[in-house]
């Protein structure tokens, strides 16, 4: 089992940035696909980007795209998640989460971190 811990959540202004980290341990990291999901208060947790094991297949949700960034850095067992423009929408919790293969769907992931809570003012 994997074990997920993320971090570089904060306060931001919005149309500003922050990059999210995800740190991984516990079994080979370059043998999951990785995600990101956010949940906000009252909300459903939602899909935000995938990697595949490699990195060579990204996916992102129509909300971020153009916006985000999802890479990972196997040597160092850890994924990102680079947040630019960010919007006062964009506030959440966001959870990282590993899964066996690339996917968008809640149920494909069976490994989930703690959440770092990320706030975009006006």
């Known amino acids: 089992q994997v074990q997920l811990v993320e971090s570089g959540g904060g306060l931001v202004q919005a149309g500003g940035s922050l990059r999210l980290s995800c740190a991984a341990s516990?079994?080979?990291?370059?043998?999951?696909?990785m995600g990101w999901f956010r949940q906000a208060p009252g909300k459903e947790r939602e899909f935000v980007a995938a990697?595949?094991?490699?990195?060579?297949?990204?996916r992102y949700a129509d909300s971020v795209k153009g916006r985000f960034t999802i890479s990972r850095d196997n040597a160092q067992n850890t994924e990102y998640l680079q947040m630019n423009s960010l919007k006062p929408e964009d506030t959440a919790v966001y959870y990282c989460?590993?899964?066996?293969?690339?996917?968008?769907?809640?149920?494909?992931?069976?490994?989930w971190g703690q959440g770092t809570q990320v706030t975009v003012s006006s």
């Open positions: 989460a590993a899964a066996p293969v690339v996917a968008l769907s809640l149920s494909q992931y069976n490994c």
């Open positions: 516990g079994v080979t990291f370059s043998s999951y696909a």
């Open positions: 990697i595949s094991w490699t990195g060579g297949n990204t």
